[in-house]
């Protein structure tokens, strides 16, 4: 059983297109992050959520509290966006973890 | 900048060897996290600890032990190396109102 889902799996972009990744959840959350991990690199936080919208740059990050819902959006996307990103939802002082999208931005 | 640091980036081991992996993180928070991600499976919880000589197994504990001396300190420890036990370990810490959350630049162990 998986707390967290995400879609797609693996996704290859053209440079410039606009990605979007998605992020199911089951468990109640009091926040939920967004992660980057560049081959061989360790992993950053882009994003903490609890409600709404956040921007940063050419990513944006919304999450539906009431759909157990987040989406990951790249807009204008660039060779060196490609990392695998990956889910996190908070609950307590526990974080249960997608298993990742790995995305490949072609030039 | 600092946040959260790993005594080693690669490490290559024998099998029946013990191994410490030590993380220190710098910004005094209370629950810090051990999660091994291999190829296809993601990031998987080994142990964590929520205070100073606290710790609770978390989904895959098995071959592994824990030690946190010092708030700032969460050692992993593989009692005898297998090779299994190959994999990317990546240490966190979690804390504060807005739970921050960070990771550190992972460990990348090959037991041979």
């Known amino acids: 059983k998986n707390e967290v889902e995400q879609s797609p799996q693996n996704l290859t972009a053209q440079e410039g297109e606009f990605i979007t990744i998605n992020c199911s959840y089951s468990v109640g959350i009091s926040a939920l992050h967004w992660l980057q991990q560049h081959p061989g690199g360790g992993i950053v936080s882009l994003f903490m959520?609890?409600?709404g919208k956040k921007k940063h740059g050419r990513l944006i990050a919304t999450i539906n509290i009431q759909e157990k819902h987040s989406s990951l959006h790249i807009t204008a996307s660039h060779p060196r966006d490609s990392a695998v990103y990956i889910c996190?939802?908070?609950?307590?002082?526990?974080?249960?973890f997608g298993t990742g999208t790995s995305l490949t931005v072609i030039p | 900048d600092v946040k959260v640091t790993q005594s080693s980036r690669y490490l290559v081991k024998r099998t029946g060897e013990k191994v410490f992996l030590e993380c220190v993180q710098d910004m005094d928070h209370e629950n810090m996290f051990w999660y091994r991600q291999d190829p296809g499976l993601g990031l998987r919880l080994i142990y964590f600890?929520?205070?100073?000589?606290?710790?609770e197994k978390g989904d895959i504990p098995e071959g592994y032990s824990v030690s946190r001396e010092k708030k700032e300190r969460f050692s992993l420890i593989l009692e005898s190396a297998s090779t299994n036990q190959t994999s990317m370990y990546l240490c966190a810490s979690l804390g504060g109102t807005a739970y921050e959350q960070y990771f550190g630049p992972g460990t990348r162990l090959t037991v041979t």
């Open positions: 959520l609890s409600s």
């Open positions: 600890s929520y205070d100073v000589k606290m710790k």
């Open positions: 996190a939802v908070v609950t307590g002082n526990q974080f249960y």
